[in-house]
Structure formats: structure tokens, C-alpha cells
């Protein structure tokens, strides 16, 4: 057996060097592959999977709100990017550029997409005319490139995928609506398919999104007490159309600017798959999100009616709606074990000859590793059945941590010592001065996280300054 777990022994523990234990598991698992760009990662099968569920399960959910899908050019001439002044300003240093279209250098620069509102302001103001045009609610799923100076597979890539919605409103009240109503629908995704608890709220205009008039965000909690900014849903106003032109006549004929909003979702949230849930032995993939849910491993499998009976297991466990799969390949029980666990799949199913003769398998969960003996007849029903238990646990389990995880602080001195000896989120009141934002990040490296949608009144005063305090936020250091 140990030389069946060589293949997690490459594994750093987590608590040693959890940077490294992630790193360790994005690879072990076959998830991606470094390339020959630097910052720019090869997503492998295994990983690609995991990105065409969460893919599959955002697009139904926009789709039912009205979204529809189109899609956008990946290149922006320099001067469509310079419309919107704070916009161009908060990406500015992370454009790539082309310069050249063959041997001919191009009469304007055009930068490969970092965000795509350029393009989309560009294109409605052609599109909406009427009243009747309203509204636009479109998204894309696409690539896009951000020239990042530090990488880390997934979390931060220069090259990477997302979907980006992007849509326009007659009114302030209907954008606002639809800012909102893509939050909560991130956050049921978040929790309901990943398995991980988030807090909604607003960021601070310090940390808002450049040209927006409001941000809203999900946060989420990694296992090492870091902050992960989960999604995002961008109320823009008018300042965009104003910029670009964007307007329509209402019903009294007259002239109106739209009101657009801008949300968005990537693939860091692999990486939070990782960090949420993962252990020293690798993955531990949510079933809602798993590419394998079950993996059949034959015990025995030389043996006469072994093959057979895991066929006939695999079809029916298909029959029932569970993605599995069984592994007949001719490595060793323990080495198959190993590599399930690695890969995160959260149900292994062990069936060997004594199992046949006794009617009955073994089933293993990835999240806690208890065997349940489950009777062959019974087999779909108690799988489905432990399936949604540990959809379930995972998802009380990450919200237990987060809550442990979780401190109040009413004065710097505290704020200052929790921050650096208990890793996690601090709940802290503030007065909504960017000085007392500036000073905590520059003596702590924590950042506001969010202003959270349901308040808490911790003290009457800042935390930092100590003048009168408006808001209670979220802060934590954060990926």
C-alpha cells in the first residue's frame, strides 16, 4: 500500500506550506499544465471538466433571468478603450498590446480584451435606438488577458476564462435590479453547487470597479483564513452610454441615456474548489460540480464476473443520472484508491468477488472516507442518497470553518493582532474614509472585503480613526 500512495506522497501538507500544498494539488490532479508562456496555464481534461459543469450550470441559471448569449471580438482599438476615463485608467497597466498585423505595423494599437464593456458600449450604441430596444441583457463566455506580474495556476493567470455579462436599461431602478439579481444568483450558485458560503455585499468605492458607480461582490473564506473575491455584478449607471453615446427615445419622444450593469464569474473558481475543500490526499470535489461522481473499482478484476457485474453496476448507477465511471485498468486496489482521492471524486465503489456473493459493494466517501455496505439492488437509490448527503455536509462544513473563522475587533490594537495571528475575515466598524482604508492596508495587508447587506452595529466608532462609524465591513488579506 505505500507504494500505492507514492502518488500523494508528492503532496506538501497544507499546513506545512499551504501555497505549495496547492500548487502541488492543481498538478497531482492533472489539472494543468504549465506552458511556454509565462502566466499562462494549459488546462487539462480533469480541469476543463470541472469549468464545463460550472459553465453548464451558470448559462441554464442566466438563461432563465432572460440572458441570452452572443460574443464579442477579443481585440479593442486603443482609442474605444480611452472613452471612459477611470475605466481605461484601472487596466491601463495590465493591457497587452498588438502592434503589428503581419510585417505591417498598425496605424492604432489595438489591446487584446482585459474586459469587454469598451466593445459592448461600442456595439449598443449602434443596437439601441427605441425604447422599444430595451432592455439588452447579453453575456459571453470568452478569454481574456490581464498582464499580471504574479501568477498562480487558476487564482491569477494572465490569460483566462470567464463569462461577462453585460446589459442595458431604460431605467436606474431596472439596472439596479439586475445588478442585484445576478449577486444572489452567484451566490446561490456559489453555495448551492460548490459547496462554498459567501457573504454578499458592496465594496468600497476604493475597491469598486473602475468607472462603476457600484460594486457588489460575493466573498469567500480558503481554508488557510485568506479572502476570495468569488464574483462580482457592476451597476454602471449612465456614466458609460454618456461616454459613448448611448441613448434611445423614450415613449414621449424624447432622448434618454441607458442605465447598463456588468457582472462576471472566472475560473479562479477552481481554485476555490481547491482551497475550500481540499486535504493533504487532493481534491474533494462537491458532486453538483464533479465530472465523476463514482468511480468503479473492481477488486479483483481477473477474476470470472467481476468486469461484468461492475458493467452492469455502471449502467445502472448512468440509468439513475450519476456520472461514473469505472476504472478497469490494471493497476493495483490501493493505487486506484489513491488516484480517486487525488482527483477529488466523491464516491468510490469497491465490488470484488466475496462482494458479489454477499450481493452487495462498498461504498466510500471522498469527504470523510466511511465505508457504507450498500446491497447491489439498492445501489442507485443509496448513492443518489449519499451523494446529496455530502453536497450537503461539505457545504456545512465550509460554513462551520468560515464561522470559526470569523472575528469582531472594536479597537485597532485588537484589530491589528487578530489580523496577524488568527487568519480569517474580521468584522470591524468603519467611517468611510479611503485614509483609514490606505492605513490599514499598508500596516496590516488587509483590504475591505465588503460592506456587507446585513449590517451588524459593533461600536460606535471607526476601528481605525475612532471618529463616528457608518458601516460595519468585512476585512481580511485576500488572493
Not at 481534491?283 to 461522481?293: D, E, G, H, S
Request: net charge negative; charged share 30%; hydrophobic share 35%.
Amino acid at each position: 500500500m505505500a507504494k500505492d500512495k507514492k502518488m500523494v506522497e508528492a503532496i506538501t501538507s497544507m499546513e506545512e506550506d499551504f501555497a505549495q500544498w496547492y500548487t502541488d494539488v492543481v498538478k497531482k490532479a492533472d489539472l494543468i499544465d504549465y506552458t511556454s508562456v509565462k502566466g499562462c496555464m494549459a488546462i487539462k481534461p480533469a480541469g476543463y471538466a470541472i469549468w464545463e459543469n460550472i459553465q453548464h450550470e451558470l448559462d441554464r441559471r442566466f438563461k432563465e433571468t432572460g440572458v441570452e448569449n452572443v460574443y464579442m471580438p477579443m481585440l479593442i482599438p486603443e482609442s474605444l478603450l480611452q472613452k471612459e476615463k477611470d475605466h481605461v485608467e484601472g487596466f491601463a497597466p495590465e493591457v497587452a498590446w498588438v502592434t503589428h498585423g503581419g510585417l505591417e505595423p498598425l496605424q492604432e494599437r489595438l489591446c487584446i480584451r482585459p474586459t469587454s464593456e469598451t466593445l459592448f458600449c461600442d456595439f449598443y450604441a449602434k443596437e439601441i435606438q427605441s425604447h422599444r430596444d430595451l432592455p439588452k441583457v447579453y453575456n459571453q463566455w470568452c478569454s481574456v488577458m490581464r498582464w499580471e506580474k504574479t501568477t498562480r495556476p487558476f487564482l491569477r493567470s494572465r490569460e483566462f476564462l470567464w463569462q461577462e455579462g453585460h446589459t442595458a436599461h431604460a431605467t436606474a431602478e431596472e439596472a439596479e435590479e439586475r445588478t442585484i439579481q445576478m449577486l444572489n444568483l452567484y451566490a446561490d450558485f456559489c453555495e448551492q453547487v460548490l459547496a462554498i458560503p459567501v457573504i454578499k455585499g458592496r465594496k468600497t468605492d476604493k475597491e469598486k470597479f473602475a468607472g462603476a458607480e457600484a460594486t457588489y461582490t460575493i466573498e469567500s473564506l480558503m481554508h488557510d483564513g485568506k479572502a476570495l473575491q468569488s464574483g462580482t455584478s457592476h451597476n454602471f449607471g449612465d456614466g458609460f452610454a454618456k461616454a459613448f453615446g448611448i441613448q434611445y427615445t423614450d415613449k414621449e419622444n424624447k432622448l434618454q441615456y441607458v442605465h447598463q450593469t456588468s457582472w462576471g464569474m472566472t475560473t479562479r473558481m477552481i481554485g476555490a474548489l481547491i482551497m475550500v475543500h481540499g486535504d493533504d490526499s487532493g481534491l474533494k470535489l462537491p458532486p453538483r460540480i464533479a465530472p465523476v461522481q463514482a468511480m468503479i473499482i473492481p477488486i479483483q478484476q481477473r477474476k470470472e464476473g467481476v468486469l461484468e457485474k461492475a458493467a452492469e453496476l455502471e449502467a445502472a448507477l448512468k440509468a439513475a443520472g450519476i456520472r461514473v465511471k469505472t476504472d478497469a485498468t490494471d493497476k493495483s486496489p490501493g493505487f486506484k484508491f489513491a488516484e480517486q482521492e487525488m482527483r477529488g471524486i466523491p464516491v468510490r465503489i469497491e465490488c470484488g468477488p466475496k462482494d458479489i456473493e454477499a450481493n452487495q459493494a462498498v461504498v466510500a466517501r471522498r469527504d470523510t472516507g466511511e465505508k457504507i455496505v450498500v446491497a447491489l439492488p439498492e445501489l442507485a437509490e443509496k448513492v443518489t442518497e449519499i451523494l446529496d448527503t455530502i453536497q450537503a455536509d461539505m457545504l456545512e462544513r465550509a460554513r462551520a470553518h468560515r464561522d470559526a473563522h470569523t472575528y469582531t475587533a472594536t479597537t485597532y490594537e485588537e484589530f491589528v493582532k487578530t489580523i496577524n495571528e488568527k487568519p480569517g475575515f474580521i468584522k470591524a466598524m468603519w467611517c468611510g474614509d479611503q485614509a483609514c482604508e490606505d492605513k490599514i492596508k499598508e500596516d496590516t495587508a488587509a483590504t475591505s472585503r465588503c460592506i456587507p447587506f446585513n449590517q451588524e452595529h459593533l461600536a460606535d466608532t471607526c476601528v481605525c480613526c475612532g471618529k463616528p462609524a457608518t458601516k460595519m465591513v468585512y476585512w481580511g488579506r485576500a488572493y
